[in-house]
């Protein structure tokens, strides 16, 4: 038996989509100031503490984000760091941050 999707009304349906909506803006306006060099990774996870969108990216969309790094590149940085790919942000324990750190920051 499959589970059954709960009913929203019409106007609780268009106010999560134009939640989503906005929390897609927000994670594609972090992402491009992370490629930028605006943002740093210190200041990515604290942002993360406190914006629960920010928290929910997946950690190889921030990798693959950074100057100079493309798939290959964060796909060798996630194994090396053994964090899986779909892991967001907000679920990588301090060892993977320290990977990561340890991986990006030159």
């Known amino acids: 038996m499959s589970p059954v999707p709960p009913s929203l009304t019409h106007e609780q349906r268009v106010a999560a989509s134009k939640a989503a909506v906005a929390n897609r803006r927000r994670r594609a306006e972090v992402k491009r100031r992370i490629k930028s060099g605006e943002l740093s990774l210190e200041e990515l996870f ?5 914006e629960v969108c920010v928290a929910q990216m997946r950690a190889f969309d921030l990798i693959s984000a950074l100057p100079a790094i493309g798939e290959v590149k964060a796909a060798r940085i996630m194994e090396q760091g053994s964090i899986a790919q779909s892991r967001r942000i907000r679920g990588l324990g301090p060892k993977q941050r320290e990977a990561l ?3 990006l920051v030159r």
């Open 101 to 103: 750190f340890h991986a």
């Open 46 to 50: 604290a942002l993360a503490d406190q």
